[in-house]
Protein backbone atom coordinates (compact mmCIF):
# COMPACT_ATOMS: atom_id res chain seq x y z
CA UNK A 1 0.00 0.00 0.00
CA UNK A 2 1.17 3.20 -0.79
CA UNK A 3 0.66 5.69 1.96
CA UNK A 4 -1.21 8.53 1.36
CA UNK A 5 0.25 11.02 3.20
CA UNK A 6 -2.00 13.46 5.12
CA UNK A 7 -0.54 15.88 7.67
CA UNK A 8 -1.74 15.61 11.07
CA UNK A 9 -1.73 13.87 14.11
CA UNK A 10 -3.05 9.94 13.77
CA UNK A 11 -5.94 9.22 16.73
CA UNK A 12 -5.74 5.67 16.58
CA UNK A 13 -9.27 4.96 18.44
CA UNK A 14 -10.53 6.19 15.45
CA UNK A 15 -8.79 3.43 13.49
CA UNK A 16 -10.05 1.40 15.72
CA UNK A 17 -13.35 2.13 15.37
CA UNK A 18 -13.49 2.25 12.21
CA UNK A 19 -12.11 -1.61 12.08
CA UNK A 20 -14.65 -2.36 14.73
CA UNK A 21 -17.27 -1.13 12.14
CA UNK A 22 -15.59 -2.11 8.76
CA UNK A 23 -15.32 -6.00 10.28
CA UNK A 24 -18.99 -6.15 10.29
CA UNK A 25 -19.75 -5.29 7.01
CA UNK A 26 -20.45 -8.36 5.09
CA UNK A 27 -18.06 -8.14 1.92
CA UNK A 28 -15.76 -7.34 4.50
CA UNK A 29 -13.38 -10.63 4.55
CA UNK A 30 -10.21 -8.73 6.47
CA UNK A 31 -9.34 -5.54 8.04
CA UNK A 32 -5.29 -4.58 9.10
CA UNK A 33 -3.66 -1.62 10.27
CA UNK A 34 -1.11 -0.25 7.66
CA UNK A 35 1.84 -0.53 8.03
CA UNK A 36 1.43 -2.67 10.91
CA UNK A 37 -0.79 -2.79 14.17
CA UNK A 38 2.26 -0.57 15.89
CA UNK A 39 2.56 1.63 13.39
CA UNK A 40 -1.08 2.36 12.20
CA UNK A 41 -0.90 4.93 9.68
CA UNK A 42 -3.59 4.10 7.50
CA UNK A 43 -6.00 0.96 7.48
CA UNK A 44 -7.06 -1.63 5.09
CA UNK A 45 -10.25 -3.53 4.64
CA UNK A 46 -10.19 -7.04 1.62
CA UNK A 47 -13.50 -7.13 -0.23
CA UNK A 48 -14.54 -10.63 -0.64
CA UNK A 49 -15.05 -9.96 -4.96
CA UNK A 50 -17.68 -13.45 -4.61
CA UNK A 51 -19.74 -11.04 -2.23
CA UNK A 52 -20.13 -8.19 -4.55
CA UNK A 53 -23.28 -7.85 -6.50
CA UNK A 54 -22.51 -9.20 -9.52
CA UNK A 55 -19.29 -9.96 -8.53
CA UNK A 56 -16.52 -8.39 -10.08
CA UNK A 57 -13.90 -11.23 -10.61
CA UNK A 58 -11.27 -13.59 -8.67
CA UNK A 59 -9.02 -10.47 -7.11
CA UNK A 60 -9.63 -8.76 -4.12
CA UNK A 61 -10.94 -5.12 -4.36
CA UNK A 62 -9.71 -3.02 -1.27
CA UNK A 63 -10.64 0.20 0.72
CA UNK A 64 -8.17 2.02 2.29
CA UNK A 65 -8.91 4.77 4.39
CA UNK A 66 -6.20 7.72 6.36
CA UNK A 67 -7.64 9.83 9.11
CA UNK A 68 -5.78 12.92 10.78
CA UNK A 69 -6.32 15.76 13.00
CA UNK A 70 -5.49 19.71 13.50
CA UNK A 71 -6.51 21.26 16.16
CA UNK A 72 -10.50 21.04 15.46
CA UNK A 73 -10.31 19.68 12.11
CA UNK A 74 -10.29 16.49 10.88
CA UNK A 75 -8.72 15.09 7.66
CA UNK A 76 -9.18 11.76 5.71
CA UNK A 77 -9.19 10.09 2.15
CA UNK A 78 -10.84 7.27 1.20
CA UNK A 79 -9.06 5.08 -2.01
CA UNK A 80 -11.02 2.20 -3.24
CA UNK A 81 -9.24 -0.45 -5.85
CA UNK A 82 -11.05 -3.09 -7.68
CA UNK A 83 -8.39 -4.99 -10.10
CA UNK A 84 -11.08 -7.01 -11.64
CA UNK A 85 -12.54 -4.18 -12.95
CA UNK A 86 -9.49 -1.41 -13.49
CA UNK A 87 -11.10 0.47 -11.03
CA UNK A 88 -8.71 2.25 -8.85
CA UNK A 89 -10.38 5.65 -7.17
CA UNK A 90 -8.26 8.06 -4.91
CA UNK A 91 -10.89 10.27 -3.30
CA UNK A 92 -9.45 13.81 -2.75
CA UNK A 93 -8.34 14.81 0.63
CA UNK A 94 -11.51 15.24 2.57
CA UNK A 95 -12.31 17.93 5.58
CA UNK A 96 -14.67 17.15 8.64
CA UNK A 97 -15.80 20.10 10.63
CA UNK A 98 -15.61 18.87 14.29
Known sequence: ???MGLSGTI???T??????????YPVVTT????????RKRSIR??????RISPPT??????????WRFESETAYYRIHY???NRGFDSRLPSLVSEE
Do not use: C, F
Open 1 to 3: MTT
Open 11 to 13: DSS
Open 15 to 24: YQGLKDVLQR
Open 31 to 38: VTYEPDGI
Open 45 to 50: ARIDPA
Open 57 to 66: GPATPTLDVE
Open 81 to 83: ADP
